[in-house]
């Protein structure tokens, strides 16, 4: 009888001097399919860039990247070349390996290191060179034999699927224990059709004939690109906005939350209000994670929608018992997720112009109009220090919101990738944050990015070397992210400041770590001299 199986594609990449390694590929995926495919209900297929779009021209490519999209592991092999340069890229197999971890997607790239007669010394040179920029993610793996090639594709692809299988267990047991913590809540919200289940009340973003679901992450990522190819897309996306905002108020304003706004400050009564507001949030962090990385930032029409989406759920509504003035920012709480999901997103898929947008608009509180970086600074949410109580065991941390932030995100939009990774996206994005603030209020917020980038030799090369593309305007990227902070001049004010308060941080406080010398790498940048660690920027400086 027929057995229900879910099909996972694996990408094989490699420049044009890779033909055996590519079959070994073939043969294992079938290998493994023979022997597991049944008991994993897992079927593997491969997908070759090669066998799909042979060209090398601009179009051949974008075929192969829509491959690259569609995949959920990537298979990367070289050996003497790096290939043809792209207008994105080094190279098409380069773009095809960046393009899938900029998304997400689980890589393994391998290198043979078999001698060869004749090499191109400066193709040589390129690959190594690319090899050494991959080589602090753990990507990278070697071989000299296509014996050794054999037994290590084959031990790759069988820890991946056991990674895959594991993780989708664990994500159905985080379901059933926030279904028994919901239970265990018992919050009823009390509307005109008489008391609704949180999840109905939460979790059921369209009613659309069009049947489009932001449940998951899945079916946001589907529903966002059907929204795309619609003519009716951008309409029915706002409408879905408008009723995802009214669910995440009605939340918010309800006689439960009221009265939990109303008891004292304990751990246990920010982690219930902190976990109802990120039930009340998840399918518009599903919404907005797939629109950074799917949707067309130069569309008007997408940038307004996630631009509205944020600031109206950051606009603050006073409250009236003085005793419970700080549940008032604390309602931005939900806000604060939605940028970060939406940010981290974004900039991880080169889609700079959303954050241009959210962090250009201002939103209403205590009869005042405030930028949102200063709205959204989650010292300023979680005022009076109850920032330390938002989880158990968070009192005694430096940075307990960017933890648990970094910690939510995680589980709910990468939780199969390697955490070293994700942090390092996460951190950038939070220094992202952190200097725009810094150039609008002349404020700066010192999240878990500042200790991270100071003693993780790893987030040093990986932010190290976006300042440095910034500075210079190098890449795609690199000119975005310039424009981000309106140009080169701004962007240097901008850095000098962040340093100026990160040493007074310091001095004031007299803990934890400071990147005091972003401003120092940009200038070494823009003078030629380009560092990846903290140790060769002090060298380079004296």
């Not at 890779?18 to 008991?39: T, Y």
């Amino acid at each position: 009888m027929p057995i229900e199986s879910k099909v996972y594609r694996i990408f094989i990449a490699s420049p044009s001097d890779i033909r055996d390694e590519r079959e070994i590929v073939r043969k294992q995926i079938a290998r493994w399919n023979s022997l597991h495919a049944i008991s994993y209900q897992m079927f593997l297929h491969p997908v070759d860039g090669e066998d799909s779009a042979p060209s090398l021209d601009e179009r051949g490519q974008a075929i192969i990247n829509k491959l690259v999209d569609d995949c959920d592991f990537l298979i990367g092999i070289f050996w003497t070349r790096l290939g043809t340069r792209t207008p994105e890229a080094e190279s098409g197999t380069a773009e095809e390996i960046d393009r899938a971890r900029s998304k997400g997607k689980r890589c393994m790239v391998y290198f043979c290191e078999k001698s060869q007669s004749q090499i191109d010394q400066i193709e040589y040179e390129r690959l190594q060179k690319y090899k050494e920029e991959l080589q602090p993610n753990g990507l990278i793996n070697n071989y000299e034999t296509l014996e050794d090639f054999n037994d290590k594709v084959f031990g790759h692809i069988t820890s991946t699927v056991l990674e895959i299988f594991n993780e989708n267990n664990q994500r159905l047991a985080i379901e059933n224990r926030a279904k028994e913590t919901e239970d265990a809540i018992g919050l009823n919200i009390t509307g005109s059709g008489g008391d609704v289940n949180i999840k109905n009340l939460l979790i059921n973003p369209s009613s659309s004939s069009t049947n489009l679901s932001f449940n998951t992450l899945l079916e946001a990522k589907f529903s966002v690109r059907a929204l795309l190819e619609s003519r009716f897309g951008i309409q029915d996306m706002e409408d879905i906005k408008d009723q995802e905002i009214a669910k995440i108020q009605s939340t918010l304003s309800s006689p439960q939350m009221a009265e939990l706004f109303n008891q004292r400050t304990t751990v246990e009564t920010i982690s219930t209000i902190t976990t109802i507001m990120e039930k009340a949030t998840t399918s518009s962090i599903y919404a907005l994670a797939m629109i950074g990385r799917y949707a067309d930032d130069g569309s008007p029409d997408w940038l307004d929608i996630v631009g509205d989406w944020i600031e109206r759920l950051s606009t603050e509504t006073p409250m009236t018992d003085l005793r419970m003035r700080w549940a008032s920012p604390l309602k931005r709480y939900p806000a604060l997720l939605l940028l970060y999901s939406l940010g981290i997103s974004s900039v991880r898929a080169g889609k700079i112009n959303f954050l241009k947008e959210v962090f250009s608009r201002k939103a209403f509180s205590s009869e005042y109009d405030f930028f949102l970086s200063q709205l959204l600074n989650p010292i300023s949410i979680f005022s009076h220090n109850i920032g330390k109580i938002i989880e158990p065991g968070f009192e005694r941390l430096y940075t307990p919101v960017s933890e648990h932030l970094a910690s939510v995100a995680k589980n709910l939009l990468y939780l199969s990738e390697e955490e070293d990774y994700y942090l390092q996206w996460f951190d950038f994005f939070e220094l992202l944050f952190s200097l725009k603030m810094t150039q609008q209020i002349s404020k700066t917020y010192f999240g878990s990015f500042s200790w991270r980038l100071e003693n993780d030799s790893r987030t040093q090369r990986f932010i190290f070397k976006r300042i440095q593309d910034i500075a210079i305007s190098h890449g795609k990227d690199g000119e975005r992210l310039l424009d981000f902070f309106d140009g080169e001049i701004e962007f240097n004010k901008t850095a000098t400041q962040f340093d100026q308060n990160a040493a007074k941080h310091f001095r004031d406080h007299l803990w934890g770590s400071h990147p005091y010398y972003i401003s120092q790498l940009i200038k070494l940048s823009q003078e030629g001299t380009r560092v990846s660690n903290y140790s060769d920027l002090q060298k380079s400086c004296k």
